[in-house]
Nanobody, 127 residues
Framework: QVQLVESGGGSVQSGGSLRLSCAASGLTYDCMGWFRQASGKEREGVATIDRDGSTRYAESVKGRLTISRDNAKSTLYLQMNSLQPEDTAMYYC???????????????????????WGQGTQVTVSS
């Protein structure tokens, strides 16, 4: 049985920090990612990480959010610093497969590339 369970969301003030965790069980996937969906907006790929540790980030979070994974513990993390009100959203972790483009494999930030999803954890940032 495949399960992805997020934790660590909450409410913080602008400039604050949070650390999200996602415990995975019942699956082994090369790509893991964090996505978010704000009210009335489409789901956005925030950050992805390959099994080899290579990462990709949305421009809006570079330098503030850091994705990491502990393969031995089957756990995905998202360290969130310098949070801003525009970071307010439901955050989801997901597991998916590498995509192939121009001779290389990579972990996409597109939701279509991910097969399994957690239930989400809410992050609210107040100004």
């Amino acid at each position: 049985q495949v399960q992805l369970v997020e934790s660590g969301g909450g409410s913080v003030q602008s400039g604050g920090s949070l650390r999200l965790s996602c415990a995975a069980s019942g699956l082994t996937y090369d790509c893991m990612g964090w996505f978010r969906q704000a009210s009335g907006k489409e789901r956005e790929g925030v950050a992805t990480i390959d099994r080899d540790g290579s990462t990709r980030y949305a421009e809006s979070v570079k330098g503030r959010l850091t994705i990491s994974r502990d393969n031995a513990k089957s756990t995905l993390y998202l360290q969130m610093n310098s949070l801003q009100p525009e970071d307010t959203a439901m955050y989801y972790c997901a597991a998916g497969r590498r995509q192939y483009y121009s001779g290389a494999y990579y972990c996409a930030r597109s939701a279509f590339a991910y097969d399994y999803w957690g239930q989400g954890t809410q992050v609210t940032v107040s100004s």
